[in-house]
């Protein structure tokens, strides 16, 4: 058995591999194995790892499964003690691995944990390569520049995720939208609620313990139903922001896309079904309901006709899914709490639209 398989899961990213394969193969440890799950991909990606990256092993996927899928299935095929699960628009660091594994070797209690996310576009501004910089969907221009002082934060996890009452997830470095410079204001080791998949390290025995990712998500939110899970078996989940990777982002569906819309906010909606109990449930989704048709009047205000049907049919899907996730809820109903950390008791919405709070050091956390 393997300590560490790095894992990476590729369809049709041949140009993300060219550029960010080299540094994870380059900044692994003697300890680990790099792989590459492909999901059937169409395009030279095979070809050029086995060209280029000989030392990579290839796990060769009959068609796209997906993010939750696919990393199940490759998982299945592979025996380590723990998985790192690395997007493939993920730039690692000198010695990105270490401080992960030492973590997760002192802390048994700990599940899964999580590098310090910074944005890739951001870096490349200050190398003098780009002359703007991307975070989210649109760029700070030139005559911001002088605003921007330290590299950012990326969206997609940041220095460690949250989630809100009614499900809306959040991060230290990430509010919403508003991704904040990083400044060493979170460099501390925190337990969080959820790790990204962008670059989540978790240990093998807990992963299946909890049932791996939910294949039924396909994509998006899967990690945060994942983390949630493991928490209610007690495991803890942590950002150990020592290790810092630079992430890309949306790298295979833009954020303004409406299937991503779609997927992720029925698979919210999936995950506090499965999660919640009964009664918070019930409370939640009243709430939650009128956030979503909130959600997709701002879509159609904006022209954004595609997205707002994206909601609706969101909402409409979840609700036909509900009947399946039964036995789940069933198994798992004595181990449903409110208590899990990181869950925080307010609505982000109410803390970023109405009172104006862009950064994670301002909302009301104890």
């Known amino acids: 058995m393997d300590k560490i398989a790095v894992i990476i899961l590729n369809w049709n990213g041949l140009a993300m591999l060219q550029r960010f394969l080299p540094s994870v193969v380059e900044h692994s440890t003697e300890k680990s194995v790099v792989y590459v799950a492909d999901n059937g991909s169409t395009d030279d990606s095979l070809k050029w790892i086995r060209?280029?990256?000989p030392t990579v092993r290839i796990l060769e996927l009959s068609r796209n499964y997906g993010f939750a899928a696919g990393y199940n299935n490759a998982l299945h095929r592979v025996e380590a003690e723990y998985a790192v699960l690395l997007n493939s628009d993920v730039e690692v660091t000198a010695g990105w691995l270490d401080p992960l594994i030492r973590y997760m070797d002192e802390h048994p209690e700990t599940a899964a944990c999580q590098p310090k996310i910074r944005s890739w576009q951001s870096r490349e501004y200050y190398r003098g390569e780009l002359s703007n910089v991307s975070t989210k969907k649109k760029k700070y221009p030139r005559k911001k520049m002088k605003y921007l002082t330290s590299e950012m934060f990326e969206y997609a996890g940041a220095a460690g995720g949250f989630l809100d009452r009614y499900g809306y997830p959040y991060c230290r470095g990430r509010i919403m939208q508003c991704t904040e410079a990083d400044t060493g204001q979170y460099d501390t080791i925190m337990p969080v609620f959820w790790a990204t998949g962008a670059a989540m390290c978790v240990r093998m025995q807990a992963y299946w313990?909890?049932?791996?990712l939910d294949w039924r998500f396909f994509a998006h939110m899967e990690e945060i139903d994942?983390?949630?899970r493991l928490q209610l078996l007690n495991y803890r989940i942590v950002c150990?922001?020592?290790?810092?990777v630079y992430h890309v982002g949306a790298a295979t569906l833009r954020r303004?896309?409406?299937q991503k819309t779609f997927l992720n906010f029925r698979n919210n909606r999936l995950m506090l079904f499965k999660n919640l109990p009964d009664a918070e449930w019930r409370r939640v989704?009243?709430?939650?309901?009128?956030?979503?048709l909130l959600a997709s009047l701002t879509f159609l205000l904006k022209g954004r006709w595609s997205n707002a049907r994206a909601v609706w049919r969101a909402m409409r899907e979840a609700k036909q899914l509900y009947p399946r996730y039964a036995e789940h809820r069933e198994i798992w109903k004595s181990r449903m709490h409110n208590s899990v950390i990181g869950c925080m008791p307010f609505c982000l919405v109410i803390q970023y639209y109405v009172l104006g709070k862009r950064r994670f050091d301002r909302l009301p956390i104890k």
């Not at 989704?285 to 979503?292: F, H, Y």
Request: glycine share 8%.
């Open 256 to 258: 303004e896309s409406p």
């Open 51 to 53: 060209e280029n990256c």
């Open 209 to 212: 313990e909890a049932g791996g």
């Open 285 to 292: 989704k009243r709430v939650r309901d009128r956030l979503d």
């Open 240 to 244: 150990v922001p020592e290790s810092v």
């Open 226 to 228: 994942l983390c949630w």
